[in-house]
């Protein structure tokens, strides 16, 4: 007699035999998803939809409405794409998978590219997904996974894999195409139906799809050419210097030489910030303040320092206002859908307030400025302010390029900062390490220095700061005079130092153990890198210590 056990899936309780697969399970039952489910969270542990079930435990089935699922679904789609281009052009149709891009990810491809060759593209991918092909998991011995991509000319892949010390690694098979990739992946090429690609020009197209943030549709594509220009500075800088993957960079570590590395990299941003302030200094006599926003952790604190510095040096005198010295009294503030206080939303801030005292300080007049006491949840108004002729006006917040504030003042008269780590650094050409990764490993090591947050502490409030991010910063991004990227090229290796230890410390139990896994299978690909040679007026010395700014 077989031997039966419990399953509670999504909440409702079944019976089923031992050894039942989650596939099986989709093909008797409603799921009630949106979109076909892709892998499944088994008591805190995500596992592949082939995998057998032996005992009792609950199940949550997850779509790409999902974190979880969304990246499943995106790794589903480049190796749907990589069959796609094996099958038209054999070996030599070759690409690169680069950055984010409007939702979608931008791909470079190393053949000439037309809008016709695309629509065969996506015609092709659509056969191999309405085909239904199974995508098989493999157990493959990492010398001879080595040896395959030397000899098909995938050496960063082959470089990639010498830095995993696992006797066996996995691949993923779909038809002739083997890959790695960083996640779990789906079963088959039916369950990533929602794609669509666009032409950007003859060696480059978006791949889009429905996002967690948007999930009912996919997005139309918006070209963000402030964003596109300075991922592809980022690009030619590093293809300059030599560091364009992670095993670029690890040969420069173990070959002694990141010291040097840290100093270029380092000098490039400090000139790239004094650019800005030669800008602001052209047009001192027009501008009266100066805006600056961006994502969480992307460094605005340091960087609003280091630039008042530099415009100090011009003759000019910064005063720095904070927006968040603006807020509702606590009574007030708008609460979310599950009852909590809502302090991202522009609401939050008393707008009214801050428009009226701006105007106020840019027409030369006195003005008795708020404090806003966190602990009391109220504005305190201790001292006045009032701007002299080479004062300006310097605000950083979240809402800072939002259009809806300030509107009293003529656009002329503002300059708007956007600043984010866009960073531009591959694993290898078909894995790339992400600009929101990256931004989490920051916050981590920060949270934990300067809060004494633990790694779950930070990852439960991620999901609700991703989500402000997207309403209240993103889409005013393009309206920025300026976009700063504070990602340093050589900073992975030392957020590793820092953050690998704090992420150990997630227990197996908890619902965060899986994000804290998926960070560590990244960072095992890096070399650690130490601190000591990178300075004091560094960004992410806002994020490890040390910081001339901070302490």
């Given at each position: ?87 038209l052009y054999d070996n030599n149709g070759k690409i690169t ?289 009032k701007l002299e002729k080479n004062d300006v006006l310097i ?157």
């Open positions: 007699m077989i031997e039966k056990i419990e399953l509670t899936i999504n909440n409702r309780k079944y019976k089923y035999d031992k050894g039942v697969t989650i596939e099986e399970i989709l093909m008797e039952r409603e799921t009630n998803t949106k979109y076909p489910v892709l892998i499944a969270r088994i008591n805190n542990r995500l596992k592949e939809l082939s995998t057998q079930i032996k005992q009792s435990c609950e199940i949550e089935l997850l779509d790409l409405t999902t974190p979880e699922g969304n990246r499943v679904h995106i790794n589903g789609l480049i190796l749907i794409l990589l069959y796609a281009l094996n099958i998978v680069e950055h984010s891009l409007d939702k979608g990810i931008y791909i470079k491809t190393k053949f000439k590219l037309t809008e016709e060759k695309l629509k065969k593209i996506k015609e092709v991918m659509k056969e191999i997904i309405n085909k239904d092909l199974p995508i098989t998991k493999l157990a493959i011995d990492r010398l001879e996974a080595m040896k395959y991509y030397e000899e098909i000319d995938e050496k960063t892949k082959a470089g990639v894999l010498k830095y995993n010390t696992d006797n066996y690694i996995t691949l993923y098979r779909l038809g002739n195409v083997y890959d790695y990739f960083y996640s779990l992946m789906p079963t088959s090429t039916k369950k990533v139906k929602d794609f669509d690609l666009t032409y950007l020009n003859e060696n480059s197209f978006v791949l889009r799809f429905p996002t967690v943030f948007i999930n009912d549709r996919i997005k139309k594509y918006e070209h963000h050419q402030h964003m596109f220009d300075v991922f592809a500075e980022y690009k030619e800088w590093a293809n300059l210097i030599g560091v364009s993957n992670s095993v670029d960079l690890n040969r420069v570590v173990s070959t002694g030489k990141v010291s040097d590395l840290i100093k270029i990299d380092e000098t490039l941003q400090s000139n790239r910030l004094l650019k800005v302030a030669k800008e602001i200094n052209r047009k001192k006599s027009n501008i009266k303040v100066i805006l600056m926003a961006g994502p969480s952790s992307s460094g605005k604190t340091t960087t609003s320092r280091k630039l008042c510095m530099y415009l100090k040096s011009f003759g000019l005198h910064p005063i720095a206002v904070g927006m968040d010295d603006y807020f509702v009294e606590r009574e007030d503030t708008p609460k979310d859908e599950n009852g909590n206080y809502d302090f991202e939303c522009l609401e939050a801030i008393d707008i009214k307030l801050f428009d009226k005292q701006i105007s106020k300080l840019l027409a030369g007049e006195e003005v008795l400025v708020p404090t806003y006491n966190f602990g009391l949840g109220k504005k305190e108004y201790n001292h006045t302010m605000i950083e917040g979240i809402h800072a390029l939002d259009t809806k504030i300030l509107m009293n003042i003529p656009r002329e008269k503002k300059f708007k900062i956007y600043i984010s780590p866009l960073t531009g650094l591959l694993m290898d050409a078909h894995n790339r390490f992400s600009t929101t990764d990256n931004r989490l490993l920051r916050r981590i090591v920060r949270d934990n220095r300067t809060r004494n947050y633990k790694v779950e502490d930070t990852l439960k409030q991620w999901a609700s700061v991703r989500e402000g991010e997207e309403k209240y910063i993103f889409p005013f991004q393009d309206d920025a005079d300026e976009t700063i990227n504070s990602a340093a090229i050589y900073e992975i290796g030392v957020l590793k130092t820092y953050v690998e230890p704090l992420l150990y410390s997630v227990d197996n139990n908890s619902i965060y153990y899986e994000e804290a896994k998926r960070l560590i299978n990244f960072l095992r690909l890096f070399l650690p890198i130490p601190s000591e040679a990178i300075p004091e007026d560094a960004v992410i010395r806002e994020f490890i210590g040390g910081s001339y700014f901070h302490e």
